[in-house]
């Protein structure tokens, strides 16, 4: 018996011997990722082009065709998942060469297609729009440089917004009504969002139809006392150009935003009084036509009011109060059943979870619960008495897709167990396509029933998965690091050639706002290629996600609440001392950087943690809140009059003379979002404490940095030149 284990533990040995030799083998002749490639697209996954539902079993998809310039809204059977028609072609309309956009109406008999669109901000467009009858094949021009068009629920008639006024084309009488008169720029705005709403809010369209066509409900934003921002764009011409519009800063007066509605019939227009608030972030109306409901919230954020209005009398009841001593997110899981009772998702338990209420705002039920949180809602299968929708209930960092009853019985999960799971249900909600991916797998797109059996895969990206196997990639290694009384979600990326008796510096990357989210089971993002291509050279790459980052209730979340960037900043100093304590880090060589908001921990982290960190950089950075919009900064920090300490206290250019390491910033100056005006600050109080830097300001680039050919490129070129320097010499 000796014998046989001596020769068993010899094969072993030999085993592993051979497996390192092949590991180390294979390694060396793995190709190195490059920069390049990283932003030529070349680890790129195929995707499903963003499909519509349609009625009944069917989707659509806009396809173009790049060798004949031809564009197609084609139908296609999820059961089959094989093209069933071309329901329009561009090569058919003489109006219009191409489209990039289409929405239908209610019974899918006609369409709206757009052309030549030109941004305005993150979310809005304007273009001009053709409405297409399907059965008939007639081209009618909405209108040139107008947003937003929809049709009415009688297919009569189009809504759209231009020039910060509303219009309605009416098909059957071949006329034009102006609902409003008095849009102006940086004054007054009907039925489009401005900049703050569209940005913090989440959308653009601030005017919807009753379910009769018989009113238009619409907001109305007073901007003329928000204080205007400019920025110069450099541009390719002899004279710089401005861009000037109203951005409301913390602490400073926000538009006034009103209700109205609009009756077709009469064609007037009455204002509807909803009491005391600050903003009107929803308006949406339920299956009753003579019913709207309008949520409000006040400047604290901490108290929203569901409205239930009387589209007839023009008057307001109380349909639902939520309260926080923090804050309440918005979020639009509002959603209205035959009875007219509704969904609603709600973190009032410490988790974010799904409600029954009837249309008088009392509770029926609470459809889930658990110290987990629902993170999408589906739908609704009246039939089946089924909900649908995505949760963490399978950890923080994975996603699941389940079904369960109205009553609250009867859960299943209908996706993968691991990873991040996403469904894009059927509007009859008898099929979904689910996309799964994990760290370990790109994304998968297959077929679903609605019960949870798998019908086909549609897209494997095995391709990609073979193509990577082809060059040097580390896993990434998750676990928790237990910071400052928390169990923190980590992240960490080692050289394939890691040993654990050598010495390596270390790189941090973190987002840290409220309620986000960077270490999660999911499939590799460009940083991700760009953090592993840095361990490939030697740097460790560790990710976490300190307090006030989501997916773990609602008290984790808003821990930082009056305090932002105190608690995630420790959090992030006391992460790089513990790994520090790791006898493979040089503790000597601690990097940390980021993007927005992480660009000011980044900022904070290498101030107020210089004794660890000695390089940081920070892309696009917020250095005081006192300077970022009010909606975003005053939902977790309160105005800066009621809360100086907290704006200023976190501020690095408050403390700009204890730098000691190297420190990179870089800016766009067409930055809209977060404005160059904070880097530019930030410059002025380096300066001021002498402290040296260095800088990459690049002109008229907005927050992403991307526009331009090989921008992306030279400004990853430049941060890894930046690493490389101060890491790895």
């Known amino acids: 018996m000796k014998n046989v284990l001596m020769l068993v533990s010899f094969l072993l040995l030999t085993f592993e011997t051979t497996k390192a030799q092949t590991n180390q083998t294979a390694t060396k002749n793995a190709k190195e990722i490059s920069l390049t490639e990283i932003w030529n697209g070349t680890f790129s996954p195929e995707r499903m082009n963003a499909l519509n539902s349609m009625n009944g079993n069917f989707y659509s998809l806009l396809n173009y065709n790049p060798q004949t310039k031809e564009s197609t809204v084609d139908k296609y059977s999820y059961e089959t998942l094989e093209k069933v028609e071309t329901i329009v072609s561009s090569k058919n309309i003489s109006e219009m060469s191409s489209f990039s956009s289409y929405s239908f109406n209610d019974d899918e008999t006609k369409l709206i297609l757009g052309t030549d669109f030109n941004q305005i901000f993150r979310r809005s467009y304007s273009g001009t729009f053709y409405a297409y009858d399907i059965a008939s094949k007639k081209v009618t021009l909405i209108g040139e440089n107008i947003q937003e068009p929809i049709f009415s629920p009688d297919n009569q008639k189009v809504a759209y917004a231009k020039g910060n006024n509303i219009f309605i084309k009416d098909f ?15 004054s007054i705005i009907n039925g489009i969002t401005d900049w703050v709403y569209e940005e913090e809010f989440g959308f653009v369209r601030a005017f919807e139809w009753s379910a009769d066509s018989k009113h238009l409900a619409f907001l109305r934003f007073d901007e003329t006392a928000v204080p205007t921002f400019s920025m110069d764009i450099v541009g390719n011409d002899l004279y710089p150009t401005q861009q000037v519009f109203k951005y409301p800063k913390a602490g400073e007066k926000n538009a006034i935003v009103t209700l109205h509605l609009f009756n077709v019939s009469s064609s007037k227009t009455q204002k509807v009084d909803l009491g005391d608030y600050e903003y009107i972030p929803r308006i949406k109306w339920s299956n009753d036509a003579n019913f709207l409901v309008a949520t409000t919230l006040n400047r604290h954020q901490n108290d ?60 029926i039920n609470q459809v889930t619960k658990g110290n987990w949180e629902v993170t999408n809602y589906y739908g609704f299968n009246a039939a089946k008495k089924t909900i649908y929708y995505q949760s963490v209930e399978n950890g923080s960092i994975n996603r699941g897709v389940y079904s369960i009853g109205l009553n609250g019985k009867n859960k299943k999960l209908l996706s993968e167990k691991d990873g991040q799971n996403n469904a894009a249900f059927s509007k009859n909600l008898q099929f979904f396509i689910n996309t799964y991916q994990s760290a ?32 040097k990639m580390s896993p990434k290694e998750f676990s928790t690091i237990e910071i400052n009384g928390n169990q923190l979600n980590m992240w960490m990326i080692k050289p394939l050639d890691f040993d654990a008796t050598k010495k390596y510096p270390l790189f941090m990357f973190q987002y840290s706002g409220p309620g986000s989210q960077q270490v999660g089971n999911s499939w590799n993002a460009t940083n991700d290629y760009w953090h592993n291509m840095l361990s490939q050279k030697g740097i460790i790459v560790v990710c976490v996600d300190g307090r006030g980052t989501g997916y773990k209730g609602a008290d984790f979340k808003k821990s930082t609440y009056l305090n932002l960037v105190k608690y995630e900043t420790e959090d992030q100093i006391a992460a790089a001392k513990k790994l520090a304590e790791l006898p493979f880090i040089n503790k000597e060589k601690i990097g940390i950087w980021g993007w927005s908001f992480g660009g000011h921990m980044s900022t904070n982290s290498l101030l107020k943690g210089s004794d660890i960190f000695s390089m940081a950089i920070a892309v696009a950075p917020v250095t005081s809140w006192r300077f970022y919009d009010s909606v975003y900064t005053e939902r977790f920090l309160r105005t800066p009059q009621e809360n100086p300490a907290g704006y200023d206290e976190n501020s690095p250019i408050n403390y700009a003379e204890k730098l000691k390491g190297k420190f990179l910033l870089v800016h766009g100056t067409g930055d809209d979002n977060v404005h160059v005006q904070n880097s530019f600050r930030m410059i002025n109080a380096l300066i001021e404490k002498n402290k040296q830097f260095d800088m990459f300001i690049v ?19 430049k941060m890894t030149n930046f690493i490389e320097a101060n890491l790895l010499k």
Do not use: C
């Open 172 to 186: 059957s009488k071949n006329t034009t009504i102006q609902v409003t008169n008095d849009g102006l720029k940086n």
């Open 304 to 363: 929203l009011k569901l409205h239930k209005i009387d589209a007839q009398k023009s008057s307001s009841t109380l349909l639902l109060n939520e309260t926080d001593k923090a804050y309440v997110d918005i979020h639009d899981n509002l959603t209205f059943l035959t009875d007219n009772s509704f969904i609603w998702t709600s973190e009032k338990d410490g988790f974010n979870h799904i409600y029954h209420y009837d249309f008088n705002g009392k509770l």
């Open 699 to 717: 002109p008229d680039r907005a927050h992403g940095i991307y526009e331009g050919r090989n921008m992306r490129l030279n400004l990853y070129t």
């Open 440 to 471: 370990t797998n790109p994304p998968v797109y297959s077929l679903f029933s609605s019960d949870g059996k798998k019908i086909k895969v549609i897209v494997d990206n095995a391709d990609l998965q073979s193509k990577i196997a082809q060059y």
